[in-house]
C-alpha cells in the first residue's frame, strides 16, 4: 500500500501506540487514535502527528464496548475523510493469580482484545471497501504465538490473544476477495513495564537471543512493513528479539 494520503485508526496502545503514529504521519498518513484513561498521553502523540504536518483525531472509547468501536470507526472515516488501516492495540494486561480469577477478571480481556479487535474490524470493512481494500493489523502476544504459555496468572490474557490468532486468520481469508489484508503483531520485550526492577529487566534481557529489550521503534517498522506490503496476509509476526525460541 501507498501510504501517502490514507487514513489509519489506531485504538489504545499508549506509549507503543505513538511511536506507531508518528511513524505513519511521517509517512503522509493522517491518524485517529483512541484512548480510555491515558488522554494527555494520546493528546501528546496527536501535537506530534500535526507537528509532521498530518491530520489527528482524538477519541475517547471503550473498546470493549461493541458500539462505541463502531462509533469510533466511523467517526474516524466521517471526519478524516476515510479509512484505510486499522491498528488493534488496546489490551488488558494484569496479572491475577488463577484462585483469585473472578468473571470480570475473565471477561475483560475477552471483551477488549478480542470481541474489540473483531468489532473494529468489522465496522472497518464496509469504509475499506469503499476504497478498494486496506490493512488491519490486530495485536497478540509473543507467547501466545508461541503456542503454549510461559508465565502463571495471566490465564484470560493468553487465551485471549491465542485467539486473536485465530481471528485474524479467519478474517484474512474472508476478506481477501475484498483485498483487505489482515495481519498481526506478536511483541515481546519491547519497553519494560515501569513497576519491573532492575533485575527483572537484566534478566529478560539474558533470556533474549538479541540481549536487549527492543524498543518502540521495532514494533512501528514491523507495522509499517505489513502496511507496506500487498501480498502478506494472515500472518502473525513476532517481533521478540528472538526470545520464543530460547
Known sequence: MQLTDKVALITGGR???????VALAARGV??????????????????????????ALVTKADIGDADAGRRL??????????LDVVINMASVYRRIPFDDLTDDAWNEPMAVDLAGTF?????AVPHMRATGGGHIVN????AAASGRPRYTGYVPYY???????????????????DRILVNAIAPGPIVPPADLDRAAVEEIERVTPLGRWGG???????VVGLLETDFVTGETIRVDGGRHVR
Do not use: N
Not at 15 to 21: C, F, H, M, Q
Open 15 to 21: 506509549r507503543i501506540g505513538a511511536t506507531i503514529a
Open 30 to 55: 493522517d491518524v485517529s487514535m483512541s484512548y480510555r484513561r491515558s488522554r494527555d498521553a494520546t493528546e501528546e502523540a496527536a501535537a506530534r502527528v500535526r507537528d509532521a504536518g498530518r491530520r
Open 73 to 82: 470507526v466511523d467517526a474516524t472515516a466521517e471526519q478524516l475523510g476515510r
Open 119 to 123: 468489532h473494529c474490524a468489522r465496522a
Open 139 to 142: 495485536f497478540s502476544d509473543w
Open 159 to 177: 487465551v485471549a490473544k491465542r485467539a486473536v490468532i485465530g481471528l485474524t486468520e479467519a478474517l484474512a481469508l474472508e476478506l481477501a476477495p
Open 216 to 222: 518502540a521503534d521495532a514494533i512501528a517498522a514491523a
